[in-house]
Every structure is written in structure tokens, then in C-alpha cells.
């Protein structure tokens, strides 16, 4: 079993700053790659930014040059530093991992943490 753990949301004033952390644990083998998603109400789930084991990363054009992904391989964490906070960066922010758990090789399986409010008042 694998659990996903966010923390870092809040309250911010627009032009503000916050940092999401997101740690994996359980039965993980390897981890593949880790992300950021977010849910604003009445709107579909969408990648905010993702960081692969190699180092690649990959944002949503509404946050290039804004927000930063970055990682701790050891352990086995995930950071997602916003900064200029816009109102419209309102959401729910899930993180997700892509791992191969213990004793198992031929696959991946994607986890899901329960998502932290970010809230961005103007």
C-alpha cells in the first residue's frame, strides 16, 4: 500500500507565495514520477506541473515562470513553490505519484493524495 500526503495550502493575498509539499510512502519499489494537479470548482481536474525520476518537468502554460516543481528523491517528496499568486490559481491541489511498489516490476500504478485547498484572494 502506498499513501500520499499533502500539506502547504492556505490562504494567500494575490501577488503572495506558497509551497505544497507532497511525501509518498508505503511499499514503493521505485518512483517514476510525481505531480501536481488542480480542481477549481465547476471545472475539470487539470496537470499543474509533473518532475519524472530522470528530472524532466513539465508545467501548465498558466504557471510557466510562476511556479516551480521540485523533488527529494530520498525522500521521496515532492515541492511545488508558487509564487505571484493570481486569484484564478484558486483550487484544490492534488498531488500524484507514479510508483513500482515492492515485488512488483512490469507496471506502474498511479496514487492520489486527498488534496489541499489553495485559495488566492484578490
Known amino acids: 500500500q502506498v499513501q500520499v500526503v499533502e500539506s502547504g495550502g492556505g490562504l494567500v493575498q494575490s501577488g503572495g507565495s506558497l509551497r505544497l509539499s507532497c511525501a509518498a510512502s508505503?511499499?514503493?519499489?521505485?518512483?517514476?514520477?510525481m505531480g501536481w494537479h488542480r480542481q477549481a470548482p465547476g471545472k475539470q481536474r487539470e496537470l499543474v506541473a509533473a518532475?519524472?525520476?530522470?528530472?524532466?518537468?513539465n508545467y501548465a502554460d498558466s504557471v510557466k515562470g510562476r511556479f516551480t516543481i521540485s523533488r527529494d528523491n530520498a525522500k521521496n517528496t515532492v515541492y511545488l513553490q508558487m509564487n505571484s499568486l493570481k486569484p484564478e490559481d484558486t483550487a484544490v491541489y492534488y498531488c500524484?505519484?507514479?510508483?513500482?511498489?515492492?515485488?512488483?516490476?512490469?507496471?506502474?500504478?498511479?496514487?492520489w493524495g486527498q488534496g489541499t485547498q489553495v485559495t488566492v484572494s484578490s
Open positions: 518532475t519524472t525520476s530522470g528530472g524532466a518537468t
Open positions: 508505503g511499499s514503493i519499489f521505485s518512483i517514476k514520477a
Open positions: 500524484n505519484v507514479v510508483v513500482f511498489p515492492v515485488g512488483v516490476f512490469d507496471r506502474a500504478y498511479e496514487y
